[in-house]
Nanobody
Framework: QVHLVESGGGLVQAGGSVRLSCAASGRTFSNYAMGWFRQAPGKERLFVAFITRSGGGTYYADSVKGRFTISRDNAKNTVTLQMNSLKPEDTGVYYC????????????????WGQGTQVTVSS
């Protein structure tokens, strides 16, 4: 079992920045690829970014490339999502997820999820 807790969400103006963090506990953190997903009200949960177990590979949704950066610290069991140049369409609940299979853009590749943190970008 892996327990994930997100933090860092809030209200920000368009063009601003927010840094999300996800703290993991339980199983060996470095065994899991880590992902971030976003869910807007009434919409499905969509892929934002993921990072490989070692942190050597990062992948992003086209909509956030060049604006968001995912990173991890395996010594501290944390993964972060730095979000810059935010747009109103980035609004939603952001979920951290852990995947034993190696990660990817599909939410079905992830085994554990956090409770989510709200990010609201005002125009």
């Amino acid at each position: 079992q892996v327990h994930l807790v997100e933090s860092g969400g809030g209200l920000v103006q368009a063009g601003g920045s927010v840094r999300l963090s996800c703290a993991a506990s339980g199983r060996t953190f470095s065994n899991y690829a880590m992902g971030w997903f976003r869910q807007a009200p009434g919409k499905e949960r969509l892929f934002v970014a993921f990072i490989t177990r070692s942190g050597g590979g990062t992948y992003y949704a086209d909509s956030v490339k060049g604006r968001f950066t995912i990173s991890r610290d395996n010594a501290k069991n944390t993964v972060t999502l730095q979000m810059n140049s935010l747009k109103p369409e980035d609004t939603g609940v952001y979920y951290c997820a852990a995947g034993l299979s190696g990660g990817g853009s599909s939410r079905y590749l992830y085994d554990y999820w956090g409770q989510g943190t709200q990010v609201t970008v005002s125009s």
